[in-house]
């Protein structure tokens, strides 16, 4: 996988990839930026959520399962200091369907243990948390293990 970025002015960026689709990064106008597009955090947050998200339901689809409805909302949690990086994410979904609360359950841990490209690719030390709603049913926030050893009979993990 390649990316060409292109400098368009100040701090817009392009960038395209092998699939031939563009996308434009900017920052804010304290940073030299126009605000005008996403920046390079947002950008990998909507990654790792997007990434997790079709997980989520091919895995649920794979149970024969249907969802009527489906959100996931990703929050970051940053350092305070630079270069900002991110201690946290906390996955929240809202869904409607079929699946029982296990298998909704089981397909998160599922994408972002084992499956998410992205958000595996993430250092370890980020701390994944994860929570969903469904059928108008809260379920607590729980850990999705992370720490190397967890890994470390995975094959993806030499």
Not at 88 to 104: I, M, R, S, W, Y
Not at 133 to 143: F, H, M, Q
């Amino acid at each position: 996988m390649k990316v060409n970025l292109v400098r368009v002015k100040s701090r817009t960026l392009l960038a395209k990839s092998d699939s031939n689709h563009w996308i434009t990064f900017d920052t804010g106008e304290k940073a030299g930026g126009f605000n005008g597009a996403s920046s390079p955090s947002e950008t990998m947050l909507m990654a790792a959520s997007s990434c997790t998200a079709m997980d989520q339901l091919y895995i649920i689809e794979k149970n024969r399962k249907q969802l009527t409805r489906y959100e996931l909302f990703v929050e970051g949690i940053r350092a305070e200091t630079h270069p900002k990086i991110f201690r946290e994410l906390h996955f929240n979904a809202v869904a409607e369907g079929d699946p029982t609360p296990e298998q909704f359950k089981r397909a998160m841990e599922l994408s972002l243990s084992k499956y998410c490209s992205v958000s595996l690719s993430l250092d370890r030390s980020i701390r994944f948390f994860a929570k969903f709603t469904l059928n108008g049913v809260e379920e607590p926030e729980w850990e999705i293990p992370r720490s190397v050893e967890f890994y470390k009979d995975s094959e993806f993990i030499k």
